[in-house]
């Protein structure tokens, strides 16, 4: 598949949990990465391999993968966390990285 | 860790334009690099990607025969050659850098440049 499955958008109020999915192209045998986007600004990786979290970004971000779906957990989500968020893998089948849809994050 | 693009601009279709990406702060001919691009309200769309010694060129379907990537590592700057372009290639072209290994994240990005197909 050329793009990986994410829910369009994901509303929630502050301090809640967010959590957003990414499946396809057999995720599972793969490594996942999450990264967040605002308007106007370049993407930022927010976990890598699938539950690695860079330095810098709070630990209230955090990953895991079951079969073939992967989820990015927002804890206690605050209002700067309001951003698009996408997925992405290398597949090494076709020697082609592939991005997630992308899902809104929309905090209440 | 810096990456600076330039080269963007209107072209009509059927043109080409070379966009570059000078990068710092790193040991640029270590790492891979890869172009990606955003068109205008739309999400992420991997482009091409090179190794890090430039031997290694892979690109997206939308792209493949049309868009040359390419690098200079004494000059520490990324290129992509667009020919033929059409109006769909209408984006916001990113440069960032991987890792060592093609499954590697992107963990640097530049700000992007716009590129503009339109007659």
């Known amino acids: 598949s050329d793009v990986l499955d994410q829910p369009l958008s994901v509303s929630v109020a502050p301090g809640e949990t967010a959590r957003i999915t990414c499946g396809g192209n057999?995720?599972?045998?793969?490594?996942v990465h999450w990264y967040q986007q605002k308007p106007g600004q370049a993407p930022v990786v927010v976990i890598y391999?699938?539950?690695d979290r860079p330095s810098g970004i709070p630990e209230r971000f955090s990953g895991s993968k079951s079969g073939d779906t992967a989820t990015l957990t927002i804890s206690r989500v605050e209002a700067g966390d309001e951003a698009d968020y996408y997925c992405q893998v290398w597949d090494s089948n076709s020697d082609r990285y592939v991005f997630g849809s992308g899902t809104k994050v929309t905090v209440l | 860790v810096h990456l600076v693009e330039s080269g963007g601009g209107l072209v009509q279709p059927g043109e080409s334009l070379r966009v570059s990406c000078v990068a710092s702060g790193f040991s640029f001919s270590s790492y891979v690099m890869s172009w990606v691009r955003q068109a205008p309200g739309k999400g992420l769309e991997w482009v091409s990607v090179i190794s890090g010694h430039g031997r290694g060129t892979y690109y997206g379907d939308s792209v493949k025969g049309r868009f040359t990537i390419s690098r200079d590592n004494s000059k520490n700057t990324l290129y992509l050659q667009m020919d033929s372009l059409r109006a769909e290639d209408t984006a916001v072209y990113f440069c960032?850098?991987?890792?060592?290994?093609?499954?590697?994240?992107?963990?640097?990005w530049g700000q992007g440049t716009l590129v503009t197909v339109s007659s």
């Open positions: 960032t850098k991987g890792g060592t290994s093609f499954r590697d994240e992107s963990d640097y």
């Open positions: 057999n995720i599972g045998t793969k490594s």
């Open positions: 391999y699938d539950r």
